[in-house]
C-alpha cells in the first residue's frame, strides 16, 4: 500500500506532522493497528538507524525522527491495546548507578518501542538490584544498560554480574555507551555490544528471537 511506504519515508524524514496524518489515514482505511506499526514505523526507523550508522545522519536527526514515531505511537497504542495486542518482548533499560546521562538511553528505548517492545525504562543512576527487580517482575527478555562514563563502567560489571547471581541466565544483556567496547561487554558477561541506537535495535531483535 502506497500509504504505508509514504509513512515510513515520513518516518525516516522525521516529518512529524505528515506521520500523525497518515497514522490517522491508514487506520480510516481500515488498516490494523499492528500493521501501520510493522509496515510503515519499524521500516522508517531500520532506515534512521542505516544512516545512523553511515554517517549520513547524526544524534539531532535521529532525534527528531524518533518523536515523530512516536506521536504515531500515541494514536496507535490505544488501539492496539483495544485489539488485545501485546508487544511480544519486554526489555529493560537504564543508565548504571553513578552516571546520570540519558540520551542514548533514551534513543535506543524510542528504537526499541517503535520496534513493538514494552520498554520498562528504569532512568538514570540505576542500582543493580533494581534491574534485578524490573527483570523478575516484568518477565523481560532484555535488558539494556548505558555508561557515559569510565568510572561507571565498575557499576555496569557488577550490573551483569547481579543478574546471573540472581539466577536470571535467560535475560539477554546488552550493553553500550561512549566508553563500553565489544571488548568489555565479553569480559563482563553481557550478551552483546552496541555503538549506536541504530545496532541496538538490529542486536535486540536478534537476541530475543534466539532465545
Do not use: C
Amino acid at each position: 500500500m502506497q500509504q504505508l511506504s509514504e509513512l515510513t519515508t515520513a518516518v525516516a524524514g522525521g516529518k512529524r506532522v505528515e506521520v500523525v496524518r497518515l497514522t490517522q489515514e491508514l487506520l480510516a482505511a481500515g488498516v490494523p493497528a499492528l500493521q501501520v506499526v510493522e509496515q510503515g514505523l519499524v521500516p522508517g526507523m531500520a532506515i534512521v538507524g542505516e544512516r545512523f550508522r553511515r554517517n549520513e545522519i547524526f544524534v539531532p536527526e535521529m532525534l527528531v525522527a524518533a518523536r515523530a514515531m512516536k506521536e504515531a505511537l500515541k494514536v496507535l497504542e490505544p488501539l492496539l491495546v483495544q485489539a488485545g495486542i501485546e508487544p511480544k518482548y519486554t526489555a529493560v533499560i537504564g543508565t548504571v548507578q553513578g552516571d546520570l546521562h540519558d540520551i542514548g538511553k533514551n534513543l535506543v528505548s524510542m528504537m526499541w518501542r517503535g520496534a513493538n517492545f514494552k520498554i520498562i525504562d528504569l532512568g538514570t543512576n540505576v542500582a543493580a538490584d533494581r534491574y534485578v527487580t524490573a527483570v523478575r517482575e516484568h518477565k523481560a527478555q532484555i535488558v539494556g544498560l548505558s555508561a557515559l562514563l569510565t568510572t561507571t563502567m565498575g557499576a555496569m560489571k557488577d550490573t551483569v554480574r547481579a543478574l546471573r547471581d540472581a539466577g536470571l541466565t535467560e535475560v539477554k544483556i546488552m550493553v553500550g555507551g561512549a566508553p563500553i567496547t565489544a571488548e568489555f561487554a565479553k569480559e563482563i558477561g553481557a550478551d552483546a555490544y552496541a555503538a549506536d541506537a541504530g545496532t541496538a535495535l538490529e542486536i535486540a531483535k536478534t537476541l530475543v528471537e534466539a532465545a
